[in-house]
């Protein structure tokens, strides 16, 4: 699976802290704006309890878990989309990236620098938002200034084209991103073309200091992010930056503890990752034997042969069928064998569409 979630975010809201924390790859963190030029790109493994329960029921000489990429891009400031600071560059790295991950500042710390001079989270994601919008617009214009042409001249595709065009130049001068533009199936295979910074999903990142993360719900800077995310339809995670980091250095007893005293159940970079992960439109099934337990990662609506083609090829090209059963009913009646006298054990054809959370095993010939 080669998607990717970038990290964006103005100069110094966390970015690189964050991912720091995400990946344990180092990413400079400094206290300047444009620390981070070139895009850092690092695995991270997705948590998930069931891979866990699977492992206790099977006792398999290894786990193996289920990973994807986050990209840490370098922070955006005003004036992006006509080349200011770095932005240029910085837009083309989100430009490669599926889904965005937006870093907000909800802190107040006179020793950390604002780009702006001031704490003020609606308006570093406007300026943001605005940013890939106006970058956006340039791409549309340009591209209906050549549809345009070719649909005078009665070109099929381009007459199809020109209309949407039209909308996505009409929305953009509103300053409304391309995701809240409604698309058919057709005009969605146009739009997939044209690689708008917009269309993709967006996700906000509320980083709050060391002494709200208990708590953050008082964090009125929190409760602006949730109602301005609330209207783009957006999710909204809430992380310590700085404690998440401190947490990637423990073990995980260590890191049980350490979420105990602050008065936390689960981690906010679990949060993140889960939600990143499920904004990408990725799902998990499960293979299970005495070799090895692992989570394998599929795009939600892919097909059985599709899935097994994500573990080899020559599954895919001889796939015959899988032997597949439900993650729920699988722990519920206790064993591979329990849940086929119960009747639980499917075996499933070329059309059948993977869920989250089955647990397969591929027949095939090559």
């Given at each position: 699976?080669?998607?990717?979630?970038?990290?964006?975010?103005?100069?110094?809201?966390?970015?690189?802290?964050?991912?720091?924390?995400?990946?344990?790859?180092?990413?400079?963190?400094?206290?300047?704006?444009?620390?981070?030029?070139?895009?850092?790109?690092?695995?991270?493994?997705?948590?998930?309890?069931?891979?866990?329960?699977?492992?206790?029921?099977?006792?398999?000489?290894?786990?193996?878990?289920?990973?994807?990429?986050?990209?840490?891009?370098?922070?955006?400031?005003?004036?992006?989309?006509?080349?200011?600071?770095?932005?240029?560059?910085?837009?083309?790295?989100?430009?490669?990236?599926?889904?965005?991950?937006?870093?907000?500042?909800?802190?107040?710390?006179?020793?950390?620098?604002?780009?702006?001079?001031?704490?003020?989270?609606?308006?570093?994601?406007?300026?943001?938002?605005?940013?890939?919008?106006?970058?956006?617009?340039?791409?549309?214009?340009?591209?209906?200034?050549?549809?345009?042409?070719?649909?005078?001249?009665?070109?099929?595709?381009?007459?199809?084209?020109?209309?949407?065009?039209?909308?996505?130049?009409?929305?953009?001068?509103?300053?409304?991103?391309?995701?809240?533009?409604?698309?058919?199936?057709?005009?969605?295979?146009?739009?997939?073309?044209?690689?708008?910074?917009?269309?993709?999903?967006?996700?906000?990142?509320?980083?709050?200091?060391?002494?709200?993360?208990?708590?953050?719900?008082?964090?009125?800077?929190?409760?602006?992010?949730?109602?301005?995310?609330?209207?783009?339809?957006?999710?909204?995670?809430?992380?310590?930056?700085?404690?998440?980091?401190?947490?990637?250095?423990?073990?995980?007893?260590?890191?049980?503890?350490?979420?105990?005293?602050?008065?936390?159940?689960?981690?906010?970079?679990?949060?993140?990752?889960?939600?990143?992960?499920?904004?990408?439109?990725?799902?998990?099934?499960?293979?299970?034997?005495?070799?090895?337990?692992?989570?394998?990662?599929?795009?939600?609506?892919?097909?059985?042969?599709q899935c097994a083609g994500v573990i080899h090829s020559d599954f895919e090209r001889g796939f015959i069928r899988a032997e597949t059963v439900s993650y729920n009913d699988l722990i519920e009646t206790g064993s591979m064998t329990a849940a086929k006298e119960a009747g639980k054990v499917r075996l499933e054809g070329k059309e059948y569409i993977v869920k989250d959370g089955d647990?397969?095993?591929?027949?095939?010939?090559?």
């Amino acid at each position: 699976m080669a998607l990717t979630a970038g990290i964006v975010g103005l100069p110094n809201v966390g970015k690189s802290t964050l991912f720091n924390a995400i990946t344990k790859a180092g990413a400079e963190s400094a206290n300047y704006p444009f620390c981070t030029i070139d895009p850092n790109v690092g695995i991270v493994e997705v948590p998930d309890a069931r891979l866990q329960k699977l492992t206790e029921l099977v006792e398999p000489k290894k786990t193996v878990p289920t990973a994807f990429e986050f990209t840490d891009i370098a922070g955006i400031v005003k004036g992006a989309s006509k080349g200011e600071g770095l932005g240029n560059k910085f837009l083309s790295h989100i430009r490669e990236v599926d889904a965005i991950c937006q870093v907000v500042r909800c802190f107040a710390d006179e020793n950390i620098t604002h780009v702006s001079g001031k704490v003020d989270p609606i308006s570093d994601i406007e300026v943001i938002n605005l940013e890939l919008i106006l970058a956006d617009l340039e791409s549309v214009e340009k591209r209906l200034a050549r549809v345009s042409k070719m649909a005078k001249q009665k070109d099929k595709e381009a007459m199809a084209e020109e209309p949407l065009l039209i909308r996505l130049k009409e929305a953009f001068e509103n300053e409304e991103p391309g995701r809240s533009v409604e698309f058919t199936d057709d005009e969605m295979k146009i739009v997939k073309g044209l690689h708008l910074l917009t269309v993709k999903p967006m996700l906000y990142v509320a980083n709050v200091s060391e002494e709200e993360i208990s708590d953050p719900e008082d964090n009125e800077y929190v409760k602006l992010v949730r109602e301005y995310a609330e209207k783009d339809n957006a999710q909204v995670i809430i992380v310590c930056a700085k404690v998440e980091e401190e947490m990637a250095e423990l073990d995980d007893e260590e890191k049980k503890m350490f979420l105990e005293e602050l008065g936390i159940k689960e981690s906010g970079l679990d949060q993140l990752i889960r939600a990143a992960y499920d904004l990408l439109g990725l799902a998990t099934y499960f293979t299970a034997g005495v070799q090895e337990v692992r989570a394998w990662t599929f795009r939600q609506g892919m097909k059985a042969p599709q899935c097994a083609g994500v573990i080899h090829s020559d599954f895919e090209r001889g796939f015959i069928r899988a032997e597949t059963v439900s993650y729920n009913d699988l722990i519920e009646t206790g064993s591979m064998t329990a849940a086929k006298e119960a009747g639980k054990v499917r075996l499933e054809g070329k059309e059948y569409i993977v869920k989250d959370g089955d647990v397969m095993h591929f027949r095939f010939n090559v």
